[in-house]
């Protein structure tokens, strides 16, 4: 019993354990370079804030989606079409407020239409969103005209153009608004997933489906919430990714997804369901954005950092297998 | 078991710190050594695997070559043509406090808040290749020509035409700034200096690939075969695909062509009389002039607010002069 509790703080620790080690890394090595110093500045800080602010909240949804013991490869595509929807709305001088809903329910709608044909159809997730990812993209460039939508800034309210601002002036407590708003909607997410039977029945359904519809649960309306509830958190990432860019652009969701699966794989969830955590998550997003802004302190060229990011996640991946076979 | 665990965790940054300090001199060229450099400059292209871009990072380091006491630490999006990427990088460089900062944006608008983020740090920032939708605040604008090059083009057609005939030009896209100002300097070149040439099509576009401009110049070419006497494509991948039309529809050679931008295919053309003129740019000079730039800005001294790097039309008569060869074969960085 005390092993397998140490068991559990160990695996939630773990994803933060190695952001730590990964950071403390990359903090000695750029103190010890010529002029280094760079990585540990709070201007510094505040930038890796804001790079993970998008794949940590589309992380949010993924890591409902992955509870549940499904994926979502349209994540990345979804929420470069909230940013179109939003920027296109501004454009045609529609009020903030109804063209922020309208992103975040464009998100949710996308959502809706993966759990339906998932749960209703009975077909791999992973095929599903695989098409519905073209299918967003092919969405948004229509919305688009296809090309990429300049709103005029002054459409564009103060506080949306500077959500993800790294300037000191725009930090509150040291971080970007959008940080905190990120952290907020995890605080939330975190109670929802361990402290309501709505996250029970998830974490059930992805824990062994089978036995989820053997003892009477809704399987399929649980799986469409999952998936809508999924899309709005891609929708909201998607408005900060326009805030980010101040522009619509269709193709600058491609290959988020797999940024938002990684993140969500580095925190400690599993591709098989049934477990996934909001805390790691975040971790896990984080670590991601310290490799890129590490790397670039340090000098690296693309190419190592590609590699670096790549073994962080196999390196993750095993020790979860490790941690499982132990659970046996 | 906690070992192993713990091990797994410790080896990812083992293998960061090691890895850093061994190949710090891939992405940064130091071509005098550590101890008389004085200015950092970043540079920043919209990708890495380019030719083009390779071409650009060639002249920069000619530049900090010829200086001595500037470092060039070059660095493009991970994933090419990503916007969001790109404004990591720049972000990257203000955190690490480089001393200045050449920029291609990959977007006229959305590169304008980090550009704002490094000069409030202090950081001097010149723009190349592509403007910025902001140029109050930035040292200098150090880009081709692109309207002079659009006359260029003009010339050349009247010029492989004998001065009258039917022409048709063949756009790009909607919204991309440079090309745009390709074709308006091809227009106005045509109407102020070559009165005796109609303009027969100038409201196609030709789409992104070499495969929708094939199709798109084929239908206009069968169209108008009994016209046509000259065509302009405003840019490498328009070209390509308009010289496969052309050959298709059995024109090749009977209609003059001027493309925009060298491929290996476009150079073949020109030597074998399909293609007639081919306007070129100076990526290695773009990336000269923006570190040139940057270090006087730096070193106090004077700078040009608009810095043209010059365009060029290589044609089948002066295509093996060592001027043309070394814009058709552009020196290009190698590790």
């Known amino acids: ?222 799986k469409i919430a999952v998936y809508v509830l999924g899309g709005i958190f891609f929708g909201a990432a998607g408005l900060c990714l326009f805030s980010q860019l101040s522009i619509g652009d269709p193709t600058q969701g491609t290959g988020k997804e797999l940024d938002v699966i990684a993140a969500v794989i580095i925190g400690g969830g599993s591709l098989a369901g049934g477990r996934a955590s909001v805390a790691g998550t975040l971790a896990g997003a984080a670590t991601m954005a310290v490799i890129r802004s590490g790397c670039t302190q340090l000098g690296l060229d693309n190419p190592i950092q590609d590699i670096a990011l790549g073994l962080i996640i196999v390196v993750a991946v095993a020790v979860d297998q490790w941690r499982q076979r132990r659970a046996v | 078991m906690q070992r192993r665990v713990f091990l797994t965790l410790v080896l990812p940054a083992v293998f960061f710190v090691a890895g850093c300090n061994r190949s710090t001199s891939t992405s940064s060229s130091n071509p005098t050594g550590g101890d008389k450099i004085k200015h950092r400059i970043a540079v920043i292209p919209k990708g890495t695997t380019h030719e083009f871009w390779k071409s650009v990072h060639a002249g920069a380091v000619n530049a900090a070559m010829e200086f001595g006491d500037t470092e060039i630490l070059w660095k493009g999006p991970l994933r090419e043509d990503e916007t969001t990427g790109q404004i990591q990088v720049v972000q990257d460089f203000i955190a690490q406090r480089a001393d200045g900062i050449c920029l291609a944006p990959l977007d006229s608008q959305a590169l304008i808040r980090p550009v704002t983020e490094a000069i409030e740090s202090d950081i001097p920032v010149v723009i190349f290749d592509s403007a910025l939708g902001d140029e109050s605040q930035i040292v200098s604008y150090v880009a081709t020509d692109n309207f002079k090059g659009g006359r260029l083009a003009a010339q050349s057609l009247a010029d492989a035409m004998g001065g009258e005939g039917d022409v048709i030009l063949l756009r790009y896209k909607v919204g991309s700034e440079s090309t745009e100002q390709r074709e308006e300097g091809f227009l106005t070149e045509l109407k102020e200096n070559h009165p005796n040439v109609n303009v027969l099509v100038s409201n196609e576009y030709a789409g992104t690939t070499p495969d929708m401009a094939l199709s798109k110049a084929r239908q206009l070419l069968q169209k108008h075969r009994n016209e046509v006497d000259g065509i302009f494509a405003v840019c490498e991948p328009n070209a390509d695909g308009t010289l496969g039309a052309l050959r298709q529809t059995d024109l090749a050679g009977k209609v003059k062509f001027i493309a925009f931008d060298p491929s290996p295919t476009l150079i073949k053309g020109l030597k074998e009389g399909t293609v007639h003129g081919i306007v070129l740019q100076d990526p290695v000079t773009m990336g000269y002039e923006a570190v040139k730039a940057m270090h006087a800005q730096l070193s106090g001294g004077k700078v040009e607010k608009r810095v043209q790097t010059g365009e060029h039309v290589a044609t089948a008569e002066n295509m093996d002069t060592p001027e043309i060869q070394k814009l058709l074969n552009p020196q290009r960085f190698e590790e």
């Open chain 1, 1 to 222: 019993m005390n092993s397998l509790r140490l068991a559990s703080v160990v695996s939630l620790l773990g994803p933060f354990l190695a952001l730590a080690i990964v950071a403390g890394g990359f903090a000695v090595a750029d103190q010890m370079q010529e002029r280094g110093g760079g990585f540990t500045s709070a201007y510094n800080v505040r930038q890796i804030a804001a790079s993970t602010t998008v794949v940590a909240i589309a992380g949010l949804g993924m890591t409902v989606i992955i509870l549940a013991g499904g994926i979502d490869l349209s994540a990345g595509t979804g929420l470069a079409l909230a940013s179109v929807v939003l920027a296109s709305l501004l454009e045609h001088k529609w009020p903030l407020a109804l063209a922020l809903a309208a992103a975040i329910g464009a998100g949710g709608l996308c959502g809706f239409a993966n759990g339906l044909i998932i749960a209703k159809g009975r077909i791999v997730p992973f095929i599903v969103t695989l098409g519905t990812m073209m299918v967003w993209l092919g969405i948004a460039k229509k919305i688009a005209d296809n090309k990429t939508i300049h709103v005029n800034r002054e459409y564009v309210p103060d506080w949306l153009q500077n959500l993800l601002s790294a300037s000191e002036s725009r930090a509150i407590l040291g971080l970007p608004m959008g940080a905190w708003v990120a952290v907020a909607m995890s605080a939330v997410l975190a109670f929802v997933l361990t402290k309501t039977v709505f996250g029970r029945h998830v974490t059930a359904v992805g824990s062994n489906e089978a036995a989820a519809r053997l003892s009477g649960l809704p399987v399929d309306r649980i």
